[in-house]
């Protein structure tokens, strides 16, 4: 395996906290211009309010006012404002667009829905006008201070998809490469096997034909262990290439599993098949491999109750709906911690002095990219047992 996937956990670790970091600062920073932003526009709106009292108050019209109000009232071209009397009716409005086609009743309506929202954002700047007239300006945050305010937001869900993206791509990748690697290997195991197993087979054939090995028991122990090879190499077989599915019999395939299983392990395991559908319930399965994950399984048990324990297989519904076949595979044995359910099935992992810690990581894979189907922890308590639960297509 690659180192880079070797470090997938702290290059995960460096994806998450690179978007929260980006994420932060863009935030702190869009807050910080925010607040400028708005300082600015009520010091903005507070000038506009002593220009509009100073150029009300004033009789005289030169070129001073004119400058004032070309450079301080007309200027403001982004800020909403309705001005209003002292009574609350509206004299006049700036740079609020209203709906085309309005009637003067709807149009009020309008303005007043656009006040009240104004009222909800700013305090209201009283202008005092002497003898006791007064007007009132209201406004509220500009199109560009909201759009700013929002932007965090934005940029906090691009940068989420863009972490999405990176995270998905490095296990695809990942994914991609282990299953060159898997499908490499057992090629070449198939192939390696190839040779030697053919020799064994002439010699198997000429030992039988032979009147100097007759009635000898090496003879049939052999003609056993070639058997043996052949089925070895036809699962390596099968993962190297795209294997055929077959409605087939899940208890007798489970069955014929234990019975090969029940004189290769201890004699203190107790085996048990049962099922729970209607006699000769099938499933899409390549016999072969789905053999081989029982027999994992079934391994990875044995090893949990060190020799000693009983082991149910249990046939029923499951998945969505109850429309797959569910082989469930429960021990007796040590058990295994919520936080190790996935971990179980990496390729590497095992708690035995001496191992691969490929059999699960096997399993799951045949079971998941060859028959579609899920293996997966259903249910453990350490010091109890370990239920195991093999989704099969029906």
């Given at each position: ?149 929002t932007y965090p937001l934005v940029q906090l869900a691009i940068i989420a998809s863009l972490a999405a993206i990176a995270y998905l791509v490095f296990s695809t ?213 370990t239920t195991f639960r093999v989704l099969l297509n029906g």
């Amino acid at each position: 395996m690659l180192p880079i996937y070797d470090q997938k956990s702290r290059i995960k670790l460096v994806i998450v906290v690179l978007s929260l970091v980006i994420g932060a600062v863009t935030v702190i920073y869009t807050n910080l211009l925010v607040r400028r932003l708005r300082e600015r526009e009520q010091q903005q709106v507070n000038l506009y309010a002593r220009t509009l009292r100073f150029l009300i108050s004033t009789e005289v019209e030169d070129v001073n006012t004119a400058f004032l109000k070309t450079e301080i009232i007309d200027a403001n071209t982004t800020i909403p404002v309705i001005l209003a009397d002292g009574e609350g009716n509206i004299i006049d409005y700036r740079n609020l667009t209203l709906p085309p086609g309005l009637s003067e009743t709807r149009r009020e309506a309008f303005l007043r829905n656009e006040l009240n929202d104004m009222k909800g954002q700013h305090p209201p700047i009283v202008v005092d006008l002497g003898l006791g007239v007064k007007q009132i300006i209201y406004y509220k945050d500009s199109l560009i201070l909201t759009q700013l305010r929002t932007y965090p937001l934005v940029q906090l869900a691009i940068i989420a998809s863009l972490a999405a993206i990176a995270y998905l791509v490095f296990s695809t990748s990942r994914r991609a490469e282990q299953n060159r690697v898997w499908v490499g290997l057992a090629k070449e195991t198939a192939h390696q096997l190839g040779t030697p197993l053919s020799s064994l087979m002439a010699w198997q054939s000429y030992m039988q034909d032979s009147e100097r090995f007759q009635g000898e028991p090496v003879v049939e122990e052999l003609a056993k262990d070639v058997k043996r090879l052949q089925i070895i190499t036809e699962r390596f077989s099968n993962i190297g290439s795209v294997p055929v599915l077959k409605d087939e019999d899940i208890r007798e395939v489970a069955e014929r599993a234990v019975d090969y299983l029940k004189v290769r392990v201890s004699r203190k395991v107790v085996f048990k098949v049962e099922s729970l559908l209607e006699p000769g319930a099938t499933a899409k399965v390549n016999i072969p491999l789905l053999e081989w994950v029982i027999e994992n399984v079934c391994k990875n048990a044995v090893d949990a109750m060190d020799g000693r324990g009983s082991i149910t297989m249990v046939i029923r519904h499951g998945g969505r709906n109850n429309r797959q076949v569910a082989l469930d595979i429960t021990d007796t044995g040590k058990g295994i911690p919520k936080s190790k359910f996935e971990t179980v099935f990496q390729p590497g992992y095992t708690t035995k002095k001496r191992g691969w810690g490929l059999g699960l990581a096997l399993a799951k894979r045949i079971i998941e990219n060859y028959h579609k189907g899920r293996l997966y922890v259903r249910w453990s308590e350490v010091g109890k047992g370990t239920t195991f639960r093999v989704l099969l297509n029906g």
